[in-house]
């Protein structure tokens, strides 16, 4: 869809002269009011309020300043640790942390010292969380823009991402999740505006689609639960591809080959590190099960051909040239390819198992969690996971109706109700294809919050799902402008989007009045951070 000018809206309410602004001001407004919230609700929080994650990936940003291995794989975490000790070590030398070494850190003895280099600690990783929370709504935002064509939509796009469920928890602690989601998402769109450039613009679209294989490189050797989100982008393509209407350039085959060559001398060392990790599966820091239907050690293949049938068909479907179709298979596999290898900065045999054997890793956490039902399985795919994912999908399902399931209802929900009363009303007047694209997008939220649902799906989880729901709003909204035009209809729009950034702030508000008791998690602590000495809350 072309983009408006600011020129062309038709009306002139406080919207329409706001967008009108330059994009680089509006963007910076955004991350402002972001950091805003942040500062005003939760960023003084005591250094121990949430321990779970903020103590462990702070310890892990002094861990490697002093040059030790990494000791934990939950997630597994590898590329926020490396991110956390680049930041530790920047505001280090900018004099604004005092300590960003583990061997620097106070005896426990001098306890007002200690807490005090924890507390600085703790805040400096918060602030990590606010630009990266705002960097992750910035380029959303900037993202939408260009799919939709609409900068106001964009714009309320952004703010409802910045004040949804995921980012308004993930602003105020320090989070694996927030990384792993803001490659995964930009990926998705980066991917949705590829296939819709023309053939003009090919060096574009082969751009976006390794861009995107890069992002999702990362963002499973930060959270390998991304990889659920990435597996929808094949559909996605085809479903919100366009007709290739003309030709690749005269160079089309070389630029294929170039990039064939280069996907090449990429993939050989990254599969190398799959396989790696796929033979040394049984040392495994955690207790692994096997997949069940002989998969173990093969998912892998059927994942990596997921994909490449994905872009096959796309090029079918959509009538795109071979030459076109081999080269953006070639830049989605060179993508991923680095982004696996970054693995290989601050190499560790556990980063690799746990990324190249992401079901068998994912599960160890799931059958913790559900011990009853899960612990005598003896493997992943069973009765007992069949039937809490069936309750993970009642459960998401029952929260939309809020009747049925009143409790944790996101204020976005709101939102998704308004992507569903679009879809329904664009299929009504016969336009299907954007009515099935905005379902699309509600399903694959909904999906991911049932598989999150077994881990116990947690407020920052919808750093995942939020993205999506949003998404399919901003593109009903876009196919029916008369709602932005109307100036009854853009009240209601505008304060459904006043609604969730007030709700934003109600979790938050109520969490700094009462901090949850540190002493919850002194079981956990020692196992995960055995070189720090007790911290007073646990003595």
């Known amino acids: 869809m072309p983009q408006r000018s600011p020129s062309s809206f038709p009306l ?19 991350a402002a009011v972001m950091a805003a919230s942040v500062l005003a609700v939760g960023f003084r929080l005591p250094y121990w309020a949430h ?38 070590r920047l505001w280090h030398a900018l004099g604004l942390l005092p300590v960003a070494r583990l061997s620097d850190l106070p005896p426990a003895a001098d306890a007002a010292a200690n807490a005090a ?44 991402l910045a004040f949804g469920v995921g980012l308004t928890a993930q602003g105020r602690q320090m989070r694996t999740d927030l990384l792993s989601a803001g490659f995964v998402v930009t990926a998705w769109l980066l991917v949705l505006l590829a296939v819709r450039q023309p053939p003009e613009r090919s060096g574009r679209t082969l ?21 659920f989100l990435a597996l929808g982008l094949p559909v996605a393509a085809l479903l919100f591809g366009r007709r290739f209407e003309g030709s690749v350039s005269a160079g089309g085959w070389a630029r294929a ?14 599969v190398g590190l799959i396989a790696q990790g ?13 997949v069940g239907g002989g998969l173990t050690g093969r998912y892998q293949g059927l994942v990596a051909g997921w994909v490449a049938l994905g872009v096959l068909l796309y090029g079918r479907v959509w009538r795109v040239p071979l030459a076109h179709t081999v080269a953006a298979l070639a830049a989605v596999a060179l993508g991923v ?15 690799a198992i746990a990324v190249a054997n992401f079901i068998e890793h994912m599960f160890v956490f799931t059958s913790w969690r559900h011990a009853s039902a899960l612990q005598e399985q003896g493997q992943v795919v069973s009765e007992g996971l069949l039937t809490l994912l069936a309750s993970g999908i009642g459960r998401t399902l029952a929260i939309r109706t809020i009747v049925l399931h009143p409790d944790n209802i996101p204020q976005t929900i709101v939102v998704e109700w308004f992507a569903l009363i679009g879809a329904v009303r664009l299929w009504r007047r016969g336009d299907r294809l954007a009515a099935v694209q905005a379902l699309f997008l509600l399903l694959v939220a909904w999906g991911l919050e049932a598989l999150f649902s077994l881990r116990g799906f947690q407020r920052a989880y919808a750093a ?76």
Not at 337 to 351: I, K, T
């Open 464 to 539: 995942y799902t939020d993205p999506l729901a949003i998404l399919s709003a901003a593109w009903v909204l876009a196919r029916t402008p008369q709602w932005l035009d109307g100036v009854r209809s853009r009240r209601w729009v505008v304060g459904v989007v006043a609604l969730v950034i007030v709700a934003a702030h109600i979790w938050p508000i109520r969490e700094a009045r009462k901090p949850p008791n540190p002493a919850s998690h002194c079981e956990w602590i020692p196992t995960y951070m055995p070189r720090v000495e007790p911290f007073p809350f646990c003595r």
């Open 117 to 160: 280099a924890w507390q600085s600690l703790i805040e400096a990783g918060r602030a990590l969380s606010i630009a990266l929370t705002a960097l992750f709504a910035v380029a959303y935002a900037s993202l939408v823009r260009g799919l939709v064509g609409d900068r106001r939509i964009a714009l309320l796009a952004g703010l409802l």
């Open 278 to 290: 796929i033979a040394d599966w049984g040392q495994a820091v955690y207790p692994y099960k096997p």
């Open 51 to 88: 321990a779970d994650q903020d103590l462990v990936l702070a310890y892990h940003g002094l861990l490697f300043a002093d040059g030790l291995p990494q000791e934990y794989f939950d997630h597994p975490g590898y590329v926020y640790f490396l991110v956390i000790d680049g930041w530790y």
């Open 337 to 351: 390819a680095l982004g696996l290898l970054v693995l290989e900065v601050r190499y560790h045999q556990q980063n």
């Open 12 to 30: 002139d309410g406080p919207l329409d002269r706001l967008a009108r602004a330059p994009w680089w001001a509006l963007c910076l407004g955004l």
């Open 207 to 227: 751009l976006g689609l390794g861009g995107a294989g890069l992002l999702v490189g990362l963002a499973m050797a930060t959270k390998v639960q991304a990889v």
């Open 257 to 270: 080959a170039l990039l064939v060559l280069l996907a090449a001398l990429a993939l050989v060392p990254a």
